[in-house]
C-alpha cells in the first residue's frame, strides 16, 4: 500500500478545545508583536459604478499614546458581509466584526454591508451579478484610503469566502487585490450545498434564511449603539429595516417553495450559475491573485474545498480545471489548502486562524520574507489523528482507490461474490437522526457553543441508531494503521418497482466496542444519474473515482421499474485514519432527515419503492475508497 508523507509536528498531541496548538505550516514563524491601537470610522458611504452606496466600517491601527491613526503605509483587507458588519459572537464565526489581532498588527480592515442588507443600500440577491461589480469597485476604492499602502487582501468565511473567489476573478490582471484567504468557501453551490445528488437540501437554505434575517434585524440596534458622529443606518429607520428583513425572507421562502415543487431551482441551471465559483477559478490564476483555502472534512462545503485546489492548479499548469490533478504536474505556491477535522463554525481546534492569515498576508501584501510558506501546499488533519499530512495533488496520488464488494452476510469484501444474489432496500421518507448530519447541516454550532465551554460534542459520534433498519455492509477489521484520503464512489446496481429512486449512503468507522463514528456521506436521486464525462473522475480501467452528475432538468430521466439500473453515487471526500482493529462500514438508506427532501413530484414517484441490489455475480455493487499507509512517524 502506497505511503502519505507525513510529518508529526513538535507538541501535536490530541488538541483541546479553547487551546492553541501548532501551526502546520513550515518553516515555523512567529507573528510579530502587537504594535498599534484600534480605531474605526463608522458606516462610510462608499459609491459603486450604479450610483447606490454600500456602508463600510474602516478599522484602522492607531499610536497607542495618542489614539490618532497610525501613518502606516498599511495594506487594507476587505470583507464583505450580509450579516451585518457589527456582528458578535458566534455570528460572527460566520462573518462579522472586525479583526483586532490583525488590525495591531498592521493592517486597515473594512467590513462592508453587502448591498440590501444592514445599513447598505440595494436590493438583496445572493451572490448576484451586481455584488461581483461591487467586489471590484470596493478593491479600487480600499487601495485609496489614507495610509494605504496600495495593496488589498480579502478574507472572511462562508458567504464572505465565495464573495472573495468571485470578486478575485473579476478584477482582473493589476488589481490592488493580491491575496485572498477564504475559509470554508464553496466550488458549486448546486452541489455542494442546495442539493446532494439532486435531493433538494432546502431546509437547511430556508433556515440559513432565518438567520441571515434574524442578524438583519438585530444589527440596526448594534449600527445605532456605536453609532458615534455617523448618520443613522438607512432611511426610514427600523420600519425600513423591518420591510427589509421581510424582504429577505421572501427571497428564501420563494426560493425554498419553488425548488420543493419541483420548480426550475430544483435542477442545476441559470440561476445557479452566478454561484458556481469553481468555474471562475481561471480568470483568478490569470489575475496572479494569491489564494490559500481553508475547509472542513465535516464542512457543509466538504465536497467543495478540495476541489477549489486542484482546479487552481490545474488552472496554473494550464490543464482542464474539472480534471484530476496528475501526479508530478507543475504546481504553484500560490494556491494553498489547508483542511481539518471542522464544522463550518468551528474554533479549528485550537489553530490559531488569524496568526495563519497574518503570515499570508504579510507575505503577499508586505513582503516580509520570513512569512513565506514552503513544502507541499495541501496540508490536512484527518479525522482521528492529531498529525498534519501534507501533499501536492488531489486527488491524493500515494492513496491507491481500494474496490470493496457489496456481499453477502453483510461484508464488505475485497472480492466479488461468484454467485448472483440480492439484498432488498424498501423506500422510507424518514427515520433515526444522524448526529453528524444534523450537525454539518445546522453548520456546527451545537458543537462551536459546547466548545466554548471547555467540552466537546458526543451526539454525532456514534451512528448505530442510523443502522437498525438500513443496509449495512462491513470490512474485516484492518491490521494496520490505514487512512480513507479523497473522494469515494458506491456503484450500485438494482431494480426497482417505481419510476424514481433515493439512495443514501454513509461510510462509517467502526471500533472495537462497536461504536460506529460517522465519517462522510453521500446521496443519489436515481433519475439524476447520468453523468458527464468530461468531468467525471475515472481510473484507466474505467472505474468511476468521483462522479459528476448532469442535474438539468432535460437531462433527468425516470427510472425504468424492473430495469437492472447502474448509480454512481458520490460520497464527500473525506481523511480518516483507521486503526487497527477497526472496520469499515457502509450505511445505505433512503433518507437523511430531516435535512434530505425530495420534491412533491419526486415524493410520488417515490412512494412505495422497492428496491433490489445486485451483489456479486457479473455486475456487483461497489464501494471505491482510496486508502493509504497512516503508520505513525512514517515519511
Known amino acids: 500500500m502506497a505511503t502519505l508523507r507525513l510529518k508529526r509536528r513538535a507538541g501535536s498531541e490530541p488538541h483541546k478545545p479553547r487551546k492553541t496548538s501548532p501551526s502546520p505550516l513550515t518553516p515555523p514563524w512567529t507573528p510579530g508583536p502587537a504594535r498599534y491601537g484600534v480605531g474605526v470610522r463608522h458606516n462610510v458611504a462608499v459609491p ?7 456602508r463600510a466600517d474602516i478599522h484602522y491601527p ?24 457589527k456582528a458578535p459572537p458566534p455570528a460572527a464565526q460566520i462573518g462579522g466584526g472586525a479583526t483586532p489581532y490583525l488590525i495591531k498588527r498592521g493592517y486597515i480592515e473594512v467590513m462592508v454591508d453587502v448591498r440590501g442588507t444592514g445599513a447598505s443600500e440595494g436590493s438583496f440577491e445572493m451572490l448576484g451579478v451586481e455584488q461581483t461589480q461591487d467586489g471590484v469597485d470596493l478593491v479600487n476604492w480600499a487601495a485609496t484610503l489614507p495610509n494605504s499602502n496600495g495593496r488589498v487582501g480579502m478574507f472572511g468565511i462562508s458567504y464572505l469566502a465565495i464573495n472573495q473567489l468571485i470578486t478575485a476573478a473579476a478584477v482582473g490582471p493589476d488589481s490592488p487585490l493580491k491575496a485572498i484567504f477564504p475559509v470554508m468557501a464553496a466550488h458549486d453551490f448546486y452541489r455542494d450545498v442546495v442539493t446532494m445528488g439532486g435531493v433538494p437540501h432546502m431546509r437547511t437554505v430556508r433556515a440559513y434564511g432565518a438567520v441571515y434575517s434574524l442578524l438583519n ?49 430544483a435542477f442545476d441551471g441559470p ?31 466538504q ?26 504536474q507543475p504546481i504553484s505556491d500560490r ?34 520574507p520570513e512569512a513565506a510558506v514552503s513544502g507541499e501546499p495541501l496540508t490536512f488533519q484527518p479525522i482521528g489523528r492529531s498529525e498534519w499530512f501534507h501533499a501536492r495533488e488531489y486527488p491524493f496520488p500515494d492513496a491507491t482507490p481500494t474496490r470493496f464488494y457489496l456481499s453477502t452476510q453483510n461484508r464488505l469484501a475485497r472480492e466479488p461474490d461468484s454467485d448472483e444474489s440480492a439484498a432488498t432496500l424498501k423506500y ?10 444534523l450537525e454539518q447541516w445546522s453548520l456546527g454550532l451545537g458543537s462551536f457553543a459546547i466548545s466554548q465551554r471547555g467540552r466537546r460534542i458526543r451526539y454525532d ?7 437498525r433498519e438500513a443496509l449495512c455492509y462491513t470490512t474485516d477489521p484492518f491490521s494496520s494503521p490505514t487512512m480513507v484520503a479523497g473522494p469515494i464512489t458506491l456503484t450500485v446496481h438494482a431494480t426497482a418497482t417505481t419510476s424514481e429512486t433515493l439512495w443514501v449512503a454513509h461510510l462509517d468507522d467502526v471500533f472495537p466496542d462497536g461504536t460506529s463514528r460517522p465519517l462522510t456521506q453521500g446521496a443519489l436521486l436515481g433519475s439524476h444519474r447520468a453523468l458527464d464525462p468530461s468531468r467525471t473522475w475515472y481510473l484507466p480501467d474505467g472505474t468511476v473515482l468521483r462522479p459528476h452528475h448532469i442535474s438539468t432538468r432535460e437531462a433527468v430521466k425516470p427510472v425504468v421499474p424492473g430495469e437492472l439500473t447502474r448509480y454512481d453515487i458520490e460520497i464527500f471526500p473525506t481523511a480518516a485514519v483507521i486503526e487497527p482493529g477497526h472496520c469499515l462500514r457502509l450505511t445505505m438508506t433512503t433518507y437523511d432527515f430531516p435535512h434530505l427532501v425530495p420534491t412533491k413530484p419526486a415524493r410520488r414517484a417515490l412512494a412505495g419503492g422497492e428496491y433490489r441490489l445486485r451483489q456479486g455475480g457479473a455486475t456487483p455493487s461497489h464501494v471505491v475508497i482510496p486508502l493509504a499507509d497512516a503508520s505513525p512517524g512514517r515519511t
Open 428 to 437: 422510507v421518507a424518514r427515520g433515526p437522526i444522524s448526529g453528524r448530519s
Open 335 to 368: 494556491f494553498r489548502l489547508l483542511m481539518g477535522p471542522w464544522y463550518h463554525v468551528s474554533d479549528f481546534d485550537g489553530l490559531h486562524m488569524h496568526a495563519l492569515q497574518l503570515r499570508w498576508f504579510d507575505h503577499w501584501l508586505k513582503d516580509v
Open 62 to 85: 492607531t499610536v497607542p499614546e495618542t489614539g490618532e491613526p497610525a501613518t502606516g503605509p498599511f495594506p487594507v483587507l476587505v470583507s464583505m458581509t450580509p450579516y451585518g458588519k
Open 303 to 328: 465536497r467543495g474545498a478540495p476541489l477549489n485546489y486542484s482546479s487552481l492548479q490545474n488552472a496554473f499548469a494550464g490543464r482542464p480545471v474539472d480534471a484530476p490533478m496528475e501526479p508530478g
Open 271 to 301: 440561476f445557479w450559475d452566478t454561484m458556481r465559483p469553481g468555474a471562475l477559478l481561471p480568470k483568478i490564476v490569470d489575475n496572479g491573485v494569491a489564494v490559500f483555502l481553508v475547509g472542513g472534512w465535516h464542512d457543509a462545503f
Open 461 to 467: 459520534l456514534d451512528n448505530r441508531r442510523l443502522q
Open 217 to 265: 434585524l438585530v444589527n440596526p440596534t448594534l449600527e445605532l449603539i456605536a453609532r458615534g458622529g455617523h448618520e443613522r443606518p438607512r432611511a426610514g429607520g427600523f420600519a425600513a429595516v423591518r420591510q427589509r428583513g421581510r424582504g429577505q425572507r421572501q427571497y428564501f421562502r420563494t426560493l425554498s417553495a419553488d425548488a420543493a415543487a419541483g420548480g426550475d431551482t
Open 48 to 54: 459603486m459604478s450604479d450610483g447606490v452606496n454600500l
